[in-house]
Nanobody, 115 residues
Framework: QVQLVESGGGLVQPGGSLRLSCVAS????????MGWYRQAPGKQRELVAR???????NYADSVKGRFTISRENAKNTVYLQMNSLKPEDTAVYYC?????????WGKGTLVTVSS
């Protein structure tokens, strides 16, 4: 089985930047599509960004042009670079690894965007 550990969350001002990291262990990350999801207080969990094994990407409309997902398979790590952060981006961000029918989740890292 796969363990996923997120890091990089914290408090940032509107307009600021953060870089989230997710390290996978227990398997080779290269065989999984990877993604970032988030859940804000009182809201449903939503997809933020995904990157496939072939490095194709897709983003939620709300983050296009501001966030970038990338992966370094040799380090078993996926990143989410977040720029021009808005208060609406405040949420717990979760790392996800998928290879049907397998689906793994990290415990999340909190991002708070506030003055």
């Amino acid at each position: 089985q796969v363990q996923l550990v997120e890091s990089g969350g914290g408090l940032v001002q509107p307009g600021g930047s953060l870089r989230l990291s997710c390290v996978a262990s227990g398997s080779f990350m290269s065989i999984y599509d990877m993604g970032w999801y988030r859940q804000a207080p009182g809201k449903q969990r939503e997809l933020v960004a995904r990157i496939t094994t072939g490095t194709s990407t897709n983003y939620a409309d709300s983050v296009k042009g501001r966030f970038t997902i990338s992966r370094e398979n040799a380090k078993n790590t996926v990143y989410l670079q977040m720029n021009s952060l808005k208060p609406e981006d405040t949420a717990v961000y979760y790392c996800n690894a998928r290879r049907t029918p397998m689906d793994y989740w990290g415990k999340g890292t909190l991002v708070t965007v506030s003055s």
